[in-house]
């Protein structure tokens, strides 16, 4: 099992910025992607982002293409997510999360066996 600790959350008004980051304790070469996911209250689970560990691809949903980047450091086990142009609607908890995933299972929060604590993001004026 991987442990996985996030931070960076915190409150922002619309527009501003935000930088998640996310470190996996314990990684092993099968854990070859680390998602972003999030959760508004009385709402399912969303993909956010995706990302390899190999050579830093990075997979995102809609709503958040061209404002959020993912990125690794793989000497540190740590996957960033760099929001930006962040939107109200862009409130919930986001949980970073890993497995033994494949491409095709990237976007389906049911095939993370493993997830981060998660961290607030909250977007208000």
């Known amino acids: 099992q991987v442990q996985l600790v996030e931070s960076g959350g915190g409150l922002v008004q619309p527009g501003e910025s935000l930088r998640l980051s996310c470190t996996a304790i314990?990684?092993?070469?099968?854990?070859?992607?680390l998602g972003w996911f999030r959760q508004a209250p009385g709402k399912d689970r969303q993909f956010v982002a995706a990302i390899a560990w190999s050579d830093g691809r990075a997979y995102y949903e809609d709503s958040v293409k061209g404002r959020f980047t993912a990125s690794r450091d793989n000497a540190k086990n740590t996957v960033y997510l760099q929001m930006n142009s962040l939107r109200p609607e862009d409130t919930a908890v986001y949980y970073c999360a890993t497995g033994r995933l494949i491409l095709s299972s990237l976007r389906s929060a049911a095939n993370y066996p493993d997830w981060g604590q998660g961290t607030q993001v909250t977007v208000s004026s």
């Open positions: 314990g990684r092993t070469s099968s854990h070859r992607y």
